[in-house]
């Protein structure tokens, strides 16, 4: 099964899940001429991973935490896709409509601040769907 899969500290424990700090990098942040070039970069994140098993980490634990392919493929749906498509149709609807390019580039943009709105709105849900797990400990 396709994962994707992050290696982090563990910063803190709560309930049945912990917070890890993982190095998001770019995928040319491991390359030899990376120090050198100004398009590679790494950001530290926090998530909050779901304890799985027996094995409860501490804190300061290094550990590798995971999510299924498909989910993070849905989330690049959800996050980048989705929108693009209803900010364009809304953009070539208004267009064709008003024939108005400051307006429909207005409502086009404005178009997304109901889709924002409904993603906030389900984010207990989507938190659910769209959550890491703790993989394992390896000290």
Known sequence: MNKISHQGIVESL?????????????ACAACKAASHCSAAESKEKLVTARIQGHDRPEVGDSVVVSMSGVNGRDAVVFAFVLPFIIMVAVL?????????EATAALVGIGSLIPYYLILYLFRAKLKKRFSFVLENKSK
């Open 14 to 26: 709560e309930g049945d899940c912990a917070v890890v700090r993982i190095v998001q990098t770019s």
């Open 92 to 100: 070539y609807c208004c267009l064709r409509l008003t024939s108005d």
